[in-house]
């Protein structure tokens, strides 16, 4: 059996942890609450990237990814930045819903899981 292996492990939650060959991430969100959705989610797509990278991954191996949105009127905003991020040869299943976000300034949280 393999061991858990947690990235940026705090008193409440972990961004990811790696276990038996697939990483799984917690909700990512923006750092900049100020940008628009589309940036918003830019910024979350680059965190999923660099997590992944960590993890000796990418987003070629998304096995899914489920979106929140705050406000479901700026998903067109949300899926421009995601049209350009995905890997359109391995976009991989994913689910999108309005939610109300931890930080009302949040338009958008992602949550992916991939394999290593």
Known sequence: ?????????????????????????????????????????????????????QAGTSKERILMAQIYVANMAEFPAMNKAWDQWVSKENAPPRATVEARLANPGFKVEIVVTAAL
Not at 7 to 24: E, K, Q
């Open 1 to 53: 059996m393999s061991d858990i292996k947690r990235t940026n492990v705090g008193a409440r939650l972990s961004d990811m942890a790696v276990y038996n060959g697939v990483a799984y991430l917690a909700g990512q969100v923006p750092t900049d609450a100020s940008l628009d959705m589309e940036g918003q989610t830019a910024q979350v797509l680059a965190t999923i990237d660099e997590l992944l990278a």
